[in-house]
């Protein structure tokens, strides 16, 4: 079965620094990878997806993440943060058809300091 | 381009009760799938439908059912409501193999 883990619940991080946001999966096979936002009470906005070719993916909102199948991760990583950035992210894993009854992990709280 | 749309955007129920959700999927995407989201948890896969057929299930007891339509889009139908159904109810739309999933704002549904 497939799994995402996300292992942090929160993370603080000052506004203007470098963030990193970690996520493992277990998949039997080549996975397809998503990273999702969420502001509060708000629905899922789609950051960026790894489909295949090159291991590092640019999203939108300055965001990128590389995908390291010898470690099973696909961390989500930004230069630089804005306060705007405040909010759950998560990422999930996919089936063959890559939207398919996506698995995802429980989230990062991801917290802003001025 | 009005993405995925569900109505109610709010919802409160009495234990035992039964409820429909609705979804209108992205314009052009012809998969819907529904996600049940508990408060400070990861989206719950719950199903998924394509040409009006349940495609795939997640660990969801039979209580949770669901319809597409022609125009594809779709309802959710949660019977005998418990007090552990109430969470954020999320639809997603999808298209073409790999294809992306694009969520609504979900339906936040209160069992009391």
């Known amino acids: 079965a497939q799994s995402v883990t996300q292992p942090d619940i929160h993370i603080t991080v000052s506004e203007g620094a470098s963030l990193e946001l970690r996520c493992n999966y277990s998949?039997?096979?080549?996975?397809?990878l998503f990273w999702y936002v969420q502001s509060p009470g708000q629905g899922l906005q789609l950051l960026l997806k790894?489909?295949?070719?090159?291991?590092l993916v640019q999203g939108i909102k300055g965001f990128e993440a590389e995908f390291k199948r010898s470690q099973s991760s696909f961390n989500l990583r930004k230069p630089s943060v804005h306060w705007s950035d405040a909010a759950e992210y998560f990422c999930a894993v996919g089936g063959i058809r890559g939207a398919d009854g996506l698995t995802f992990g429980k989230g990062t709280h991801l917290i802003i300091q001025p | 381009d009005a993405g995925v749309t569900q109505s109610p955007t709010h919802l409160i129920k009495t234990r035992g009760q039964q409820v429909t959700l609705r979804c209108s999927p992205k314009s052009g995407h012809d998969t819907v799938s529904w996600y049940q989201q508990a408060l400070g948890q990861g989206p719950q896969f719950i199903f998924q439908y394509y040409e009006e057929e349940e495609r795939q299930r997640g660990n969801f007891p039979d209580r949770f059912s669901g319809h597409q339509f022609p125009n594809y889009s779709s309802e959710l139908n949660v019977n005998a409501l418990l007090l552990g159904d109430s969470a954020l109810y999320l639809c997603?739309?999808?298209?073409?193999?790999?294809?992306?999933?694009?969520f609504g704002q979900g339906t936040r549904l209160t069992v009391v």
């Open positions: 790894y489909f295949s070719g090159d291991t």
């Open positions: 998949y039997g096979a080549t996975p397809y």
């Open positions: 997603a739309s999808s298209f073409a193999s790999p294809g992306e999933a694009f």
